[in-house]
């Protein structure tokens, strides 16, 4: 079975600052990954995906995020945090075997000071 | 996209409930989650062709229809108070994974 490790329930950054939310999976066969992101009383947005095609995935609003095997890591990085980027990430894998059955981590509570 | 109704219940101990979902346009796959406050989404089950394709650890009393619209529906037979969550329902093409799943906004249910 899959899982998804996201380390850090919360991280704090200052505006302009480098965010870096991690997440480390585990799964026994060549995952899918994706990073969400959720805004107070709203659904999730899909920020990126890592489909087995480019190691490092370029999504909407800035976001990028590197699948690095040897670590089975896929963190999500910005270079330069704003205050619209505060919320909720949560980080999903997806396997073959499971059919389309997403397993999410606990979420990144991601606060941006000003 | 995917639409939800509604956005806001508020139901009593051993009462039912029933969620909607409209999927995206194209998509023949719904899957429904629950979310408890401060935590991750919980894969409930999923639907392809009017018929459940997988489910996770939920209890029998958690059911579901799909629609030969691609509408669903999501069933709670008596509520406990532990069911207060936010339900999402996402639609996904099938054999194709990675394309993604679109969320709807979800169903704020309250269990009093």
């Known amino acids: 079975a899959q899982s998804v490790t996201q380390l850090g329930s919360h991280v704090s950054v200052s505006e302009g600052a480098l965010v870096l939310l991690r997440c480390n999976y585990s799964s026994s066969v060549p995952p899918y990954l994706f990073w969400y992101v959720q805004y107070p009383n709203q659904g999730l947005q899909l920020l990126l995906k890592?489909?087995?095609?480019?190691?490092l995935v370029k999504g909407i609003n800035g976001f990028e995020a590197e699948f690095k095997k040897s670590e089975t890591s896929f963190h999500l990085t910005k270079p330069s945090a704003h205050m619209s980027d505060a919320a909720e990430y949560f980080c999903a894998v997806s396997v073959g075997t499971s059919g389309s059955r997403l397993t999410f981590g606990e979420g990144t509570q991601l606060t941006v000071n000003p | 996209g995917v639409t939800q109704s509604p956005t806001h219940l508020i139901k009593t101990r051993g009462q039912q409930v029933t969620l909607r979902c409209s999927s995206q346009?194209?998509?023949?796959?719904v899957s429904w989650y629950q979310q408890a406050l401060g935590q991750g989404p919980q894969f409930i089950f999923q639907y392809y062709r009017e018929e459940e394709n997988g489910r996770g650890n939920f209890p029998p009393r958690f059911s579901g229809l799909q629609f030969p619209n691609d509408s669903s529906e999501l069933n709670v037979n008596a509520l406990e108070l532990d069911d207060s969550a936010l339900y999402l329902c996402?639609?996904?093409?099938?054999?194709?994974?990675?394309?993604?799943?679109?969320f709807g906004s979800g169903t704020r249910l309250t269990v009093v």
């Open positions: 890592y489909t087995s095609a480019a190691t």
């Open positions: 996402a639609s996904s093409l099938a054999g194709h994974t990675g394309y993604g799943y679109t």
């Open positions: 346009s194209g998509h023949n796959t």
